[in-house]
């Protein structure tokens, strides 16, 4: 049993930077896979970035490369999302999520783990 808590969102003028973290209470597997999600209103959960914990390859949503970055810490059992360059259009409740195979997958419906999310505001 995976349990995901995330922390860092906050409120951020545009052009700026955060940290997310998302730190798992139990164990994670080297054949997980740790994502970045984001839903803002109106709009369905899209991807944003996908990290496997055993090789740290790594995928990136077009509308954030450049500007965040995925990496994890084996050893504290914790996935960051590093924002840079923030637009108000980043703005959306952040969920990180973990899926049982390795390959650092986009599609949400292949995630069975998902923490309570994390607000983002990034003011104009």
């Known amino acids: 049993q995976v349990q995901l808590v995330e922390s860092g969102g906050g409120l951020v003028q545009a052009g700026g930077s955060l940290r997310l973290s998302c730190t798992a209470s139990?164990?994670?597997?080297?054949?997980?896979?740790m994502g970045w999600f984001r839903q803002a209103p109106g709009k369905e959960r899209e991807f944003v970035a996908a990290i496997s914990w055993s090789s740290g390859s790594t995928r990136h949503a077009d509308s954030v490369k450049g500007r965040f970055t995925i990496s994890r810490d084996n050893a504290k059992n914790t996935v960051y999302l590093q924002m840079n360059s923030l637009k108000p259009d980043d703005t959306a409740a952040y969920y990180c999520?973990?899926?049982?195979?390795?390959?650092?997958?986009?599609?949400?419906?292949?995630?069975?783990?998902w923490g309570q999310g994390t607000q983002v505001t990034v003011s104009s």
């Open positions: 999520a973990a899926a049982s195979g390795s390959y650092p997958t986009t599609t949400p419906a292949l995630y069975p783990y």
């Open positions: 139990g164990r994670i597997y080297s054949s997980y896979a």
